[in-house]
């Protein structure tokens, strides 16, 4: 009965490979996010979909690409990947009307080697 | 850059203390304000919330003060326990731009 689950939950690649991550949530909730967070703990928005359509789309490298199939389903392809995409990535959800803030899942720690 | 708070600072309480987080936020014109918890391996879980027309809010052992004069948010937590050991964010939502924004986050450390 997980409310946003993320997989997988660690991922070590070399540089230059494509990976994804994918992300469900089964709140019923309309608006799907994905935050980067840094070595220093710093949360910083990436991208947010409401009913598949891409809503926010922050100064992110074009090697990151979202992919909202439905609702319900917010996945991130990352194209060529460098050092420095190692970090932890949320997926998070929220009502339309954002009350009590975002849920998020666990994470997924990327380490690029 | 966006950010709210400061940098990453630690606090260090005995069990059983009243612990008080701060942080300061930019933008006047944001309207609800969320403090989160963040556990080691885990994502950030909702705390306490606070809509701008209040300036204080209580819940189970936490109390959140609003000072939009300064802009300024501080997270209060009661009889603190070693449980409550976390990094806690404030985080803001700005209204125009439709997306909350987190500040740097406080680690807090309780001993027993």
């Known amino acids: 009965d997980t409310a946003v689950s993320q997989t997988p939950k660690y991922l070590v690649t070399q540089m230059g490979n494509d990976k994804s991550i994918k992300c469900e949530q089964n709140l019923g909730h309309d608006t799907m996010y994905w935050y980067k967070q840094d070595s220093k703990k710093f949360l910083k928005i990436m991208f947010s979909y409401n009913n598949k359509e891409l809503i926010i789309n922050e100064t992110v490298p074009n090697r990151f690409s979202p992919k909202s199939p439905d609702k319900a389903h917010l996945n991130l392809h990352i194209n060529s990947l460098e050092l420095g995409d190692s970090a932890v990535y949320f997926c998070?959800?929220?009502?339309?009307?954002?009350?009590?803030?975002?849920?998020f899942g666990s994470g997924t720690r990327l380490t690029v080697v | 850059g966006e950010s709210v708070g400061l940098h990453l600072p630690t606090l260090s309480v005995q069990e059983g203390d009243n612990s008080i987080i701060n942080c300061a936020y930019s933008n006047s014109a944001s309207d609800y304000f969320i403090w989160y918890k963040q556990e080691s391996g885990k994502g950030p879980q909702f705390i306490i919330d606070i809509r701008s027309n209040m300036d204080k809010r209580q819940g189970q052992r936490v109390t959140v003060l609003l000072n939009k004069t300064v802009k300024h948010l501080s997270l209060q937590i009661a009889a603190t326990q070693p449980g409550d050991s976390a990094v806690y964010f404030c985080?803001?939502?700005?209204?125009?731009?439709?997306?909350?924004?987190f500040g740097t986050g406080t680690r807090l450390l309780v001993s027993p």
């Open positions: 985080a803001e939502w700005r209204t125009g731009f439709q997306k909350l924004v």
């Open positions: 998070a959800s929220s009502t339309l009307h954002r009350d009590r803030g975002y849920t």
